[in-house]
C-alpha cells in the first residue's frame, strides 16, 4: 500500500506564495517520477510540474518563471514552491508519483488533493 499526503494549500492574495508539499509514505522500493497536477472548477486536470528520479524537471508555460518543483530523495517527498500567485492559479492541486513496489511492479499514485485559492 502506497499512501500520498500533500499539504501546504490555502487562500492567499494575488501576487503572495504558498509552499505544496507531498509526502510519499507505504511500499516504496523506488520512485521514478513525481509531479503536480491541478483541476480547476469546469476545466481538465493539467500537469503543473513534474521531476524525475534524475532530477529534470517539466513546467507548465503558463507556472514557468513562477513556481518551483523540488524534491527530497530520503524523505520521498515533493515540493512546489508558487510564487506570484495568480486568481488563474486557482484550482485542487493533486500529488502524482510513479513508484516502483518491492513485488517488482510499477503503478501511478495520485494524493488526495490540496486546495488553492487565489484572490484578486
Known amino acids: 500500500q502506497v499512501q500520498l499526503v500533500e499539504s501546504g494549500g490555502g487562500l492567499v492574495q494575488a501576487g503572495g506564495s504558498l509552499r505544496l508539499s507531498c509526502a510519499a509514505s507505504g511500499s516504496i522500493f523506488s520512485i521514478n517520477a513525481m509531479g503536480w497536477y491541478r483541476q480547476a472548477p469546469g476545466k481538465q486536470r493539467e500537469l503543473v510540474a513534474a521531476?524525475?528520479?534524475?532530477?529534470?524537471?517539466n513546467y507548465a508555460d503558463s507556472v514557468k518563471g513562477r513556481f518551483t518543483i523540488s524534491r527530497d530523495v530520503a524523505k520521498n517527498t515533493v515540493y512546489l514552491q508558487t510564487n506570484s500567485l495568480k486568481p488563474e492559479d486557482t484550482a485542487v492541486y493533486y500529488c502524482?508519483?510513479?513508484?516502483?513496489?518491492?513485488?517488482?511492479?510499477?503503478?501511478?499514485?495520485w494524493g488526495q488533493g490540496t486546495q488553492v485559492t487565489v484572490s484578486s
Open positions: 521531476i524525475t528520479g534524475g532530477g529534470s524537471t
Open positions: 502524482n508519483a510513479i513508484i516502483r513496489t518491492p513485488a517488482g511492479g510499477s503503478n501511478t499514485y
